[in-house]
């Protein structure tokens, strides 16, 4: 083998190698973006919970809170509302019933309306509910 068989030879190697590390690096480094891009995913999903908007400053529309029940769903519903405000002390307002019940507001302020053993007292923001004694 003369000499400059052994440069090409070399060459032909060090290409290969060259060819092999810039592939490995490739694919760290989109590793590495998908990373990132999962983190930066949830950064904005926490941002637009925080806000209702996205970097721009549009309104997300939300899902539909919309529930339909039937009567025996409504029965046990009521049910659970007169009990809670049975075990309220001071009384207890439509807000906390809704955060307790994970359900729409509107639709625990017609089943109060529709009780005959809750008594409201107060206006507006300062309306408090009892049981009827």
């Known amino acids: 083998m003369n000499t400059l068989e052994q440069i090409r030879k070399i060459e032909e190697e060090a290409k290969q190698k060259v060819d092999a590390l810039r592939d490995q690096a490739k694919s ?37 809170k919309r529930v339909r029940i039937n009567n025996e769903q409504r029965m046990t519903l009521l049910a659970s509302i007169e009990s809670m405000v049975r075990n309220a002390a001071d009384g207890i307002t439509t807000g ?34 009892h049981i009827n004694s």
Do not use: C, D, H
């Open 96 to 129: 906390e019933i809704v955060n307790r019940l994970n359900q729409p507001a509107n639709l625990v302020r017609e089943l109060l309306k529709e009780s005959k053993n809750i008594r409201r007292e107060g206006n507006r923001s300062s309306t408090r509910y």
């Open 28 to 64: 760290e480094l989109v590793r590495q973006i998908a990373a990132k891009k999962e983190e930066l995913a949830a950064l904005e999903a926490k941002y637009i919970e925080l806000t209702g908007k996205n970097f721009k400053g549009e309104a997300i529309p939300r899902a539909s």
